[in-house]
Structure formats: structure tokens, C-alpha cells
């Protein structure tokens, strides 16, 4: 007999402005299932490991059915799975647990996400990039790429992050991944200008509130023939993506990967096509305001 409610939800902390609740409700009304999704705040551990258990029990036991993990926790929440899909372990965070049978999975939607909308944007692979950050968004959008067969330049301000990610692709992937760690300044990006077709903005920067800001050195021009995202969604037009159009370029924003994430994660917990339409009307109605 086809499940009758579905009881999903978020965990992280903070989760004052996701837009998580929003979007899967659409997608539960644009299938026509009943169900809620809920915002779980879990304090980082080891302080919200309480709540956690008692949120995967309820998830094992099919009191839930679901539950996305944004930060603190797409790493912290390892230790309590049974296991990990092939993406998610080579990723190292997980933003999805589902059930199957009486095992909990986590895996990771984030990067085939990105790709997803990067597919709908250019019908090209891209060659080259540079991936400005180091952080889990970074992690997401590099996996993405190099299972594309794409060579990636990380640059991050602290050399040494982006160092850190590139070891553990090289780990987990192939010592010889086409992933190079460079300094997001200007010395390490010029000479990369003629080689690239894609710059993606994985940092924060230009998010609400601070919309005057970009992670591009203003000194620095864009690669002439790339493709230019940010991952940011709010604002939809950051000054890194204003920037690259006045110069041109194509730019969008991030919102777009939100959507496809959380399309897949979707899919995960329910066996079903996810209104991708519906859910992206959503989001953009609840930005407009």
C-alpha cells in the first residue's frame, strides 16, 4: 500500500532563514502526497547528539521518513549512519539520510545538484575552473566537476584550506585528480585567465546582508569566455554575478543547485520524480518579497 503522509524535516543550527519547509512542501503538494517537513535545530555536538539519536531513531523506526543536514553537522552525523552511498564517503559530508529497511543512509545530493543546473545553463562540459572557497559547498562543487572530468583550481584565501581539500580528493579518488590548490589573490588567478571556461563562488561573500561585496578581486578581470556562478541565491544577483554581466559573461546564481539538491534528496525519501518547476517558483515568490 503506497505511504500515505510523509514526515520529513532539517537538522543544523542555526535554521532561522532556510527556505528548506518551503520548497518541499511544494514539491509534496506538486505530487500530490500529504506530508510536513519539519526544522530540527541541533545544537553542534557533542552538546545536540541527544537530540540527533533520538531524531534518527524516530527516522529508523518510520516516525520519519526523512531529513536533510546542513551545518554544523554534514560531517558530525557520520559516526551515527550505517552507511554511506560511494558519493557521499568520497565527499565526507552527507546532507540526506534516508531509510532502507532498518538501516539509516546518508548521502550527498549537493554536487550532483550543481551539476544538474550547470547542465541546464551550457550543454558544455567545462575543460577548466576555478572554485573560489574551501569550504563543504567547495568540497560539493569540485566533486561535481571532477567526476565531469573537469581539471579544478581551488583557491581560498588560506592556501592552506584549499590544500587540505585537494589531499583528501587525492585520497579518496586518485593521487594524479586534476585538482590544484592555489591563493585566491591576484598573483595565482591571472595566469589562469586564458585557460578557464568556469568561475564558481563558493564562499559567502555578497550573501544578505552584505550584498556589496565579491569574492573577485576588483583588480582582476574575468575570464573572457567563461561562465560565471555563485552559489549564493540571496541575493539572486550578487555584485560578484552584476560584475561578470556588465563584463559580458553569462552569471548566474546559486539558486538553481538549492532547487536540484533538495529535488534529489526528494527523490531519496520518496521513490518519486520531484516538481522541479514548482519548487523553483517557490523559492523565487519567497526572494521577491
Known sequence: MAQSVFRLGLIGYPLNHS????IHAAALKGVGLAGEYSLYPVSPFPEGEKIFKVLSTALRSGELDGLNVTIPHKQSVIPFLDRLTLRAENMGAVNTIYRDGSFLVGENTDSSGFIADLTNITSLVPQKAIVLGAGGAARAVVYGLLEQGCEVYLAARRKVQAEEVVAHYQ????????????????????????????????????????????????????????????????????????????AGLTAVSGLGMLVHQAALSFECWTGISAPIGEMQMVVENRLGR
Open 171 to 246: 585520497q579518496k579518488l586518485a593521487d594524479n585528480v586534476l585538482l590544484h590548490a592555489i591563493s585566491l589573490d591576484t598573483g595565482s588567478l591571472i595566469p589562469l585567465l586564458d585557460k578557464v571556461d568556469l568561475v564558481v563562488n563558493t564562499t559567502p561573500v555578497g550573501m544578505f546582508p552584505d550584498v556589496h561585496a565579491s569574492p573577485w578581486p576588483e583588480n582582476v578581470h574575468f575570464p573572457e569566455h567563461a561562465i560565471i556562478y555563485d552559489t549564493v541565491y540571496n541575493p539572486q544577483k550578487t555584485k560578484f554575478i552584476l560584475d561578470a554581466q556588465y
Open 19 to 22: 527556505f528548506s519547509p518551503v
